[in-house]
DNA sequence: CCTCGGTGCACAATCGATGTTGCAAACATT
DNA sequence: AATGTTTGCAACATCGATTGTGCACCGAGG
């Protein structure tokens, strides 16, 4: 993960560890194992409990510890290797150093995200959990109401279900808390800007369609179509927005059965694409794929279709998927800049924001040996 | 995650939560915020604190609490929205209820990884912390020294790169471990039979590469290189030992410089891949991948070659990759079984086993097309 | 010599849950 | 009625760190 992860929250002082493998080299290897407590440091220093504890802490000179009794408790304890008892610090102080990411699931996006976060949090000096709710709306409220027995310092919220409970959650418990690629209105929010990302990508599926010949809206198979998500989560519907935009503006009407969004679940999707096939008898010419566990659920389908049928059909994805670029066929990609959105996140949670959304550009990786919309072509 | 997640350690009477978007309805919402306790409760219900915390966390019947006494309790705590503080009773029990995942990274190995430990984590009621230490020794050693801080009650490690040093580690704190997907002598693990797999899919690619008409040996080019991954570490040192089992096997014989494997970095197997490409002036006509991380890094060089070029070289890679059976070239995959993996982790803790390695086979996936041993083309 | 403002530290009260111990009352036994 | 035996619960010490408070001691100033 990160540098030297020192959970302790205060000074890196109080990291006095390296116990070494064993500095016993006695044969019969008494483990001093059970823990020592400040009360064992402080009677070896000839100091009394609460002068070990602002000497480790780094409070002794608010506490005027003289340097010396300061240096030579922080000496022996970390020559004994003392570790200290988080749940007692925690109890005390009723702050527990656990910052807590909850995740829809373990997918390629969120897990960066995971990542990017646990960097952020190690660099802190806290210590980061990391929890996936499966788009559940119970699992999150339960798992919310778990992480409050902990004390939990503050929580990111990932693409949640129901955010506005959640906040609601939170605020009654004093949690500072932050919703990431997920709008809230009562709370700090930072999301991929999927509208605005969602009209771009269409609009380079519809321009390689027309480049490669399609006239668009001239038969049913002659169009694009939208599949995967959910549209009662906002980040589909706005994804469908933008696809609607893009498409109003360049064909100047959608049919409502061009957009397939019930449902992120795999197996839905390779039946959805299926199903499209066997209805149009054929690929539709264009298609917009909502995400990347979308992506694999089409693509167990497509792949079953011989190439010239792939050909045929030009493909975006919203979300970035290294190895899409090297498959038999061209794909668009939006990525999202998950490093962005976690940083801004820790960032609105540590200015303690009013309840505003911030919007994050997602990035158009284009199909390779694509063409912009000027006509020329892309490299990369 | 899963089921209800009930962080409690005993009984599921301990859940007494569901605090409700907002029970007081009244318009100045007075959140009765800062936490009650059990002494708050045992007030409310006529009790002492030791028969509320008995009655909360299942112990009644033990402590000869009187049913009707428990059931008053429990539902005054319930209304109340009572919420257990885990720090306190952690301080006291010290047993935390925190089970850790050490990996080395968050790819779609460990990711999966992740997932089934945090399912079966929470089904035993407790809490998943799981933290990546970028394969770095010191790393793996300040964060087990940070989770014996917190209590921890088990440790999993995933990939751990000294594990020696880390079961002696947690030995000396008394902290059950396993490890998985890399042996330890000291401990119980798990581990994926890499040797084997490596053979098997080897010969794999031998084989495929011989169906192409590619006279193995004959030029430096018509041999199969062994791609990516630490020699230094053992899940590295056994896969090059499989590889070069099947390649003597085979050929006879191997050179040293057949085998690259370094680093599990993915920019350097880019680099080495091309490396390669430009000493013998274009691929070789096999290549086993160590795993899919030095899989997508290798793939941005091969994406830059035409598919003439590619569909001469047969591949393997050790791990799974949806997408990657979906490329421009056939790609054989080992898939490790992460559930089973894991799931046999939990079973080696749970009956407190001596230092045994468990061994999973791997399963193969060959190539879309391609043929098994015998000849006969593979169904799937 | 006596007070005064620093220093430098020890004491003791927390934080909230657990569990051992002990003590009433209720009931049973002879 | 006197003596066990349950039943049902309250008191209290405890886990280990933090922190408000107080009190010695020191040198300086009067």
Known sequence: MLQTFVLFLHSVNTSVGAVGPNESGCGNAVKKNQKETIYDIAAKAGASASTVSAALNGTWEKRRISRATAERIIAIAREQGY????????????????????????????????????????????????????????????????LMSWSIDAIFFVGAVAPDELSRQCQSADIPHVFVDQPCDLA???????????????????SSMTHRGVRIGESPRDTIYFLGGDRRLPSTRNRVEGFSDAVYAHVGHLEPEQVIAETYDLDA????????????????????????????G???????????????CSMGCFDYEPLGQLLRFPVHMMRQRHKMLVQRAFTLLEDKSPPVTEMVQPELYPAPGSRDPEGRAFSR
């Open 298 to 312: 089409a693509l167990r389908f497509l792949a079953t279709l011989p190439e010239a049928e792939l050909a045929e």
């Open 269 to 296: 999707a390779t039946e959805s694409i299926a199903a499209l096939y066997r209805k149009m008898g054929g690929l539709p010419r264009g298609l917009f794929i909502n995400s990347d566990s979308v992506f694999e």
């Open 188 to 206: 700090p929010s930072v999301v991929t800007d999927s509208r605005t990302g969602a009209r771009i990508l269409t609009r380079e599926i519809l």
């Open 83 to 146: 570790s200290i008892n988080l749940q007692a610090r925690a109890l005390r102080t009723s702050r527990s150093g656990l910052v807590a990411l909850l995740v829809p699931e373990y997918n390629r996006f969120f897990s960066s995200i995971a990542q990017t976060f646990s960097d952020e949090v190690r660099a802190r000096n806290q210590c980061p959990v990391i929890i996936s709710t499966g788009r559940d709306t119970q699992k999150e409220h339960d798992t919310v109401t778990d």
